[in-house]
Each structure stands twice: as C-alpha cells, then as structure tokens.
C-alpha cells in the first residue's frame, strides 16, 4: 500500500440506541463522541438508527401496514383517469 493515501482505520462502537445494542469494530467513521467499552478502553461511538438488532427482517418483528387505505387511494386515483 502506499503510504500517506489511505484514512485512518481505528476501532470504532457501533451503538443502536433503539435495540440496546453495540458492538466493536474497525472502520474510517470518526466521532466526538465516546463510549467506555466492556476492556476498560475508550472508543469513538457511531449511534445508529437500525441495525441488525432492530430491523423487522433480522427480529421477525413485522410492521402493520394499512393495505386497504393504499388500495382505496390507488383504485381512487386511478379511477380519475379511467373516466
């Protein structure tokens, strides 16, 4: 590799606030913040939306759609057209 062309790679925290999970990796992603991790160090932390942990797909938690109202506003628009 050469040297001085590539970002920093560092241990970083991964943290979904939502699921109550985190876990340690590397990555070039930087942060102000930081987290005490289980070792006793501290590492920058990434806060994350969804994850593994909370997504639907990963959980087999599934959302309730409101299918009916969508059909009803698609056959509505559509019906405008159709005339």
Known sequence: MK???HPDYHP???RD???GFAFLTRSTAVSDRTVAW????TYPVIDV???AASHPFWTGR???LDTA???EKFRAKY???AR
């Open 79 to 81: 019906a405008r057209k």
């Open 38 to 41: 289980e070792d006793g160090n």
């Open 69 to 71: 109202g969508r059909v």
């Open 62 to 64: 599934k959302r309730l």
């Open 3 to 5: 040297p001085g062309i």
């Open 49 to 51: 939306e969804i994850s």
């Open 17 to 19: 606030r939502s699921a």
């Open 12 to 14: 970083v925290v991964y």
